[in-house]
C-alpha cells in the first residue's frame, strides 16, 4: 500500500474513532449534565428532600407561583396561590389546578425551574406532581400538589442572603407516553403521597 493511501487509512479511522467518541460523550453528558443542574441548582433547578429541616424563627421569604402550558398540550393550568410568605425551613403544602380542556384523554409532563436561578439549590421538595406524568380523562380537572420547603442555609451564603422572593415555575408539556389510559401508577396518586406531614401554606404579608 502507498503511502498516501495508508495516510488516508488512519485518517479515515481517526475521524470514525472521533465521531464516535462525540456520540458517547452525548449521550453521557445528559445525565452528567442532569447530575449537576441538581448538585448545584444550575439553572433554577430544585432539590428533593424526605423532610424539612424546621422552621427558623424570625426568617420568613416570599414564595410565587407561575404556571404555563405548551401549545401542544390542550390544558388550562394555574396556581390555586399566586403568592405566599412562609417560614425558612418550614415544610408547605400548595397546589395547582389543571384541566384538559380535549374530548380524549391526554398526558402531560411538567418541567420546572426558580428564579432567581441562584436560589434553585436551596429550595427543596418533598413531593409533587411534576415528579411523575399526569394523566387526565377528556374534561377532567384536579388539583395537583407540591410539598416543599427552602432551606435555612440560604441566608447564610452570601451570594443568595439578599434573596427576599422565590418564584416557583411550571410548563407542562406534552409526555412522551403519548395519550393513554389512566393506571394505578400514574395521575391521581400526587395527593395520596403527601401525608400529614405536610403543613398548610400560611399567607399574609
Do not use: H
Not at 23 to 49: D, I, K, M
Not at 140 to 168: H, Y
Not at 176 to 203: C, F, V
Amino acid at each position: 500500500m502507498s503511502t498516501l493511501g495508508r495516510r488516508n487509512r488512519n485518517l479515515f479511522f481517526g475521524l470514525a474513532v472521533f465521531v464516535a467518541g462525540m456520540v458517547g460523550v452525548a449521550y453521557a453528558s445528559v445525565p452528567l449534565y442532569e447530575l449537576f443542574c441538581r448538585v448545584t441548582g444550575f439553572g433554577g433547578t430544585t432539590q428533593t428532600a424526605e423532610v424539612a429541616p424546621g422552621a427558623v424563627e424570625g426568617r420568613m421569604i416570599t414564595i410565587r407561583f407561575d404556571a404555563n402550558v405548551n401549545g401542544g398540550l390542550p390544558w388550562k393550568f394555574r396556581p390555586e396561590q399566586t403568592e405566599i410568605r412562609v417560614p425558612v425551613g418550614e415544610e408547605t403544602l400548595v397546589a395547582y389546578e389543571a384541566k384538559n380542556l380535549a374530548a380524549r384523554g391526554t398526558r402531560g409532563t411538567a418541567m420546572f425551574n426558580v428564579t432567581p436561578l441562584k436560589a434553585g439549590q436551596y429550595f427543596s421538595k418533598i413531593a409533587c406532581f411534576c415528579f411523575d406524568d399526569q394523566y387526565l380523562a377528556a374534561g377532567e380537572s384536579v388539583s395537583m400538589p407540591v410539598s416543599f420547603f427552602v432551606d435555612p442555609a440560604i441566608f447564610e451564603n452570601r451570594a443568595t442572603a439578599d434573596v427576599t422572593t422565590i418564584t416557583l415555575s411550571y410548563t407542562f408539556f406534552p409526555a412522551l407516553a403519548g395519550d393513554e389510559e389512566k393506571t394505578d401508577g400514574n395521575a391521581g396518586n400526587t395527593t395520596s403521597q403527601l401525608d400529614e406531614r405536610a403543613k398548610p401554606a400560611k399567607t399574609g404579608g
